[in-house]
């Protein structure tokens, strides 16, 4: 039997360390040996059973219940941003040359890119968004547009029209459940005393361009401008603009004449313009000409040598092609790729009002109209726009405060608001109506 040989072996074992004639003491009788040898075999069969026994205390433990599923995370249904778009074709002046034409896209293509941009957060959220675009030709009627638009579901309409156009959609959508993104129109106006609630403006009023134009020159101590204002309803606007920006930091306006050249003095602007700038000293000469009809030709044809800003010359913009700080270059990247162009300040303003509703729909997670309004006016909310610091809207007048690059035609000069220029709140606050300045009355 097994447990016998076990008991041999271990006899062998003992005698072996035992033995008697090597270290002088009486060798172990064979029985004591065996006896030995048979009692060490019972303990290592004992031994090897207790490890493989289970612990009594163990074996009596009833088995633990399966533990309770926990419940699966609700999962948010999928919101669908339906994002209208209504551009309205501005009649072209007779001077521009072919090579000049705007693009068929413009603007467009800057929705577009919104959309994408859009898409890449909100996928991962289940967040859908759709643009639709409407093109109205010069002599067309925008409101029908918004309205088919506003009917086949979308409920964020950006809006390139004229004000008084624009403010045909408002009143005409007031009781809809709609929010407009004026992206085209810089009256001042629009943000005053004809301001509506249910319209938030993207595109810089032409306050807070001739604001940030103002604070550059002021910081350059240019304080003394010749202002010449064009002859168009556009350009008498942007001339209040600069009056009401010289007031406000301090610049003078020390001289001031209509362009009644007409556009033929383009092919005359070296014996034209001298004539019509003599006008005394002056720091820098603003020209207000938003048609451009004969601002270009001012640079270098004056009659004393002083800088021209305004429309033309040191322009205060949204954006500029040439933008590459904040990150800029990856947005300008992103649009050249899709377009093969440069990004413009229309392009931008498209752009920031689709991702101005985008930005509300990731925080938000929910395309309902009132839950995006309050957002959007609420201190959560805030805008990467690739300028330096986070744009937010205002309360009083839904003008989005953002800064305003200073440009020349092939470079960024500068951004405004300018360093010094202080604000209790915030410095962007500074360019544009201030709370205390709104005429602004939401109904």
């Not at 029209?161 to 085209?184: E, F, H, T, W, Y």
Request: hydrophobic residues 40%.
């Amino acid at each position: 039997m097994n447990w016998m040989a076990g008991a041999a072996t271990a006899a062998r074992l003992l005698s072996s360390r035992f033995p008697g004639s090597r270290h002088g003491t009486p060798a172990l009788p064979p029985s004591r040996l065996l006896a030995s040898g048979m009692l060490a075999a019972g303990l290592s069969v004992s031994c090897l059973l207790g490890l493989f026994a289970a612990p009594p205390a163990l074996a009596q433990q009833p088995a633990s219940p399966p533990l309770a599923a926990k419940p699966a995370a609700t999962i948010p249904p999928e919101q669908t941003f339906n994002i209208g778009v209504v551009r309205q074709i501005p009649e072209l002046p007779p001077w521009v040359a072919p090579l000049q034409m705007p693009p068929d896209d413009l603007g467009i293509a800057g929705a577009e890119l919104g959309i994408r941009d859009n898409l890449t957060s909100g996928r991962f959220l289940k967040l859908d968004y759709k643009l639709t675009t409407e093109t109205v030709p010069t002599d067309g009627d925008p409101l029908p547009v918004a309205q088919k638009l506003y009917d086949a579901g979308n409920r964020f309409i950006l809006l390139d029209v004229p004000a008084d156009q624009l403010l045909r959609i408002s009143d005409a959508m007031k009781d809809s459940d709609v929010i407009l993104l004026n992206v085209g129109a810089p009256d001042d106006r629009l943000r005053q005393e004809d301001c509506r609630a249910n319209v938030f403006h993207i595109v810089p009023s032409r306050s807070m361009l001739t604001d940030a134009l103002a604070q550059f020159l002021i910081t350059k101590r240019w304080n003394n401008w010749f202002l010449m204002v064009g002859r168009t309803d556009a350009d008498k606007l942007y001339a209040d603009a600069v009056r009401h920006s010289a007031k406000k930091f301090g610049g003078k306006i020390v001289a001031e004449k209509v362009w009644d050249y007409g556009p033929d003095a383009r092919a005359t602007a070296q014996s034209e313009v001298p004539r019509g700038t003599q006008v005394g000293e002056y720091d820098m000469l603003i020209v207000a000409d938003e048609l451009g009809e004969f601002g270009d030709i001012l640079p270098y044809n004056t009659w004393l040598s002083r800088p021209v800003a305004g429309t033309q010359g040191l322009m205060p913009l949204s954006w500029h092609e040439t933008m590459e700080n904040w990150a800029a270059s990856q947005l300008q990247s992103r649009f050249f790729k899709t377009t093969k162009r440069l990004m413009r300040p229309l392009d931008y303003q498209f752009w920031e009002g689709v991702v101005a509703i985008g930005s509300a729909g990731i925080k938000t997670r929910n395309s309902d109209v009132k839950t995006v309004r309050d957002f959007m006016l609420g201190p959560g909310y805030d805008l990467p726009v690739f300028k330096g610091v986070a744009a937010t809207f205002r309360g009083w007048d839904h003008q989005l405060r953002q800064p305003i690059v200073l440009a020349q035609p092939t470079n960024m000069v500068s951004l405004s608001p300018q360093e010094g220029f202080l604000h209790q709140v915030t410095p962007l606050d500074t360019l544009g109506f201030d709370k205390p300045e709104t005429k602004c009355k939401f109904n």
